[in-house]
Structure formats: structure tokens, C-alpha cells
């Protein structure tokens, strides 16, 4: 398998300079000028976005290369951000640190995904916003971005779960044209969620 940091030492933006059209539309939910956790974010276009916005944003990623290429993408947009080198299997989320937290296509194991999620509702302070879109279960069978494997395919019901003690605002499993860079490109499953942390 194609290691992240293979995937984008490719020329270009392998998921393209844009950011994820969920977060284009619904990321005015987050507090203004916030301080904002971007989980998975690899080459930074979402990270970038919301700096463009007002956002004081860390953009977090396994990957150095994707996160060089975010700060490269920040430049050339002319905004800063902040980058993390980490995995998610051994980084802690500060309990009652962030006022927003997106994860855009950030698939993840079900039992690691269920410890991050609990992270999340740990590290939003009072009133955060959580944002994610995922690929939905039914993905498996469109062949147009994402993994193969049922594990790293949450469903709103499991995302229900995992994040019980925020009050979820939009959670939805539906079809979509996702189009972002060489990697989604077509028709597709996604899970939507936009959730709040209790004042």
C-alpha cells in the first residue's frame, strides 16, 4: 500500500487546493476567529481555507510532506497556519482546548476512531464545534474515492455513538458528487456531522 508520504510527493494537490465543499458551507457554525484542530489534514487545502476565513488553525497530519505542501499552499494564499506531525494513534487532544474541530475525510480504524471521537468531546471547550465528513458505509460499493474497507466507513448511527455527550446539529448519511482533486472524484456515500460541546 502507497504510503501518505508517497502519495504526496506526487506533482499537484493529490485532493486539490479547494477546500471540502461540507466545510465551504457549513463552517460558519465554528465561533469567529476560533482556534481550530484540522485532524488528517494532509497537504492543508481545508487548514488554508479556514485561515482565509479568520481562523487560527493547527493543521494536524501523520505526513511531513503533506503538511510542507500545507505551509507551501499558506503561503501562496498568503495566510499563516500552524502544522503537527503526528499520528492519531499515540497524539492526546488537550482536554478543553479547541473551540473548533474538523475531520474531512479522516477514515480511521472503529476502535481508533472511537478513542479519537472521545478526544474530540474532551478537547472542544464549552460550546465548540465538531465538523466532520466521512465516507458512509455504502461508499464500498460507488468505487469513487476513499478506502475499501468496511472498518474506516462510519455510519451516523456509529458516529451517534462515538460522540454521545455532544449535541449533535446535523448528522446524515447521503449521496453526493464529491469532486476534490485526483483522489474524489465522483457520486458518492458520505456521513455528514456538525456537533456542539454543552456550554
Given at each position: 500500500?502507497?504510503?501518505?508520504?508517497?502519495?504526496?510527493?506526487a506533482?499537484?494537490?493529490?485532493?486539490?487546493?479547494?477546500?471540502?465543499?461540507?466545510?465551504?458551507e457549513r463552517?460558519?457554525v465554528?465561533?469567529?476567529?476560533?482556534?481550530?484542530l484540522c485532524l488528517?489534514?494532509?497537504?492543508?487545502?481545508?487548514?488554508v481555507?479556514?485561515?482565509?476565513?479568520?481562523?487560527?488553525?493547527v493543521?494536524?497530519?501523520?505526513?511531513?510532506?503533506?503538511?510542507?505542501?500545507?505551509?507551501?499552499?499558506?503561503?501562496?494564499?498568503?495566510?499563516?497556519?500552524?502544522?503537527l506531525?503526528?499520528?492519531?494513534e499515540?497524539?492526546?487532544?488537550?482536554?478543553?482546548?479547541?473551540?473548533?474541530?474538523?475531520?474531512i475525510?479522516?477514515?480511521?480504524p472503529?476502535?481508533?476512531?472511537?478513542?479519537?471521537?472521545a478526544q474530540?468531546?474532551?478537547?472542544?471547550?464549552?460550546?465548540?464545534?465538531?465538523?466532520l465528513?466521512?465516507?458512509?458505509?455504502?461508499q464500498?460499493?460507488?468505487?469513487?474515492?476513499?478506502?475499501?474497507?468496511?472498518d474506516?466507513?462510519?455510519?451516523?448511527?456509529?458516529l451517534?455513538?462515538e460522540?454521545?455527550?455532544l449535541?449533535?446539529?446535523?448528522?446524515?448519511?447521503?449521496?453526493?458528487?464529491?469532486?476534490?482533486?485526483?483522489?474524489?472524484?465522483?457520486?458518492?456515500?458520505?456521513?455528514?456531522?456538525?456537533a456542539?460541546?454543552?456550554?
Amino acid at each position: 500500500m502507497i504510503s501518505w508520504d508517497e502519495r504526496y510527493s506526487a506533482s499537484g494537490y493529490f485532493y486539490g487546493t479547494e477546500p471540502n465543499e461540507f466545510l465551504l458551507e457549513r463552517c460558519s457554525v465554528i465561533p469567529p476567529s476560533a482556534e481550530v484542530l484540522c485532524l488528517g489534514e494532509g497537504e492543508g487545502r481545508n487548514a488554508v481555507f479556514l485561515a482565509g476565513r479568520g481562523y487560527r488553525v493547527v493543521a494536524l497530519d501523520q505526513s511531513r510532506v503533506g503538511l510542507d505542501k500545507a505551509q507551501q499552499l499558506a503561503a501562496a494564499k498568503g495566510v499563516k497556519i500552524a502544522t503537527l506531525e503526528a499520528n492519531l494513534e499515540h497524539y492526546r487532544i488537550e482536554p478543553d482546548r479547541w473551540d473548533g474541530i474538523v475531520s474531512i475525510w479522516c477514515h480511521l480504524p472503529r476502535s481508533l476512531r472511537a478513542s479519537v471521537h472521545a478526544q474530540v468531546l474532551a478537547g472542544l471547550a464549552p460550546g465548540g464545534i465538531f465538523l466532520l465528513e466521512s465516507y458512509a458505509p455504502a461508499q464500498i460499493t460507488y468505487g469513487t474515492g476513499g478506502p475499501k474497507e468496511l472498518d474506516l466507513l462510519p455510519s451516523v448511527a456509529d458516529l451517534r455513538q462515538e460522540l454521545e455527550g455532544l449535541d449533535l446539529v446535523h448528522a446524515v448519511e447521503r449521496e453526493r458528487a464529491v469532486h476534490e482533486g485526483r483522489g474524489h472524484t465522483g457520486l458518492s456515500a458520505v456521513v455528514q456531522i456538525i456537533a456542539c460541546k454543552r456550554r
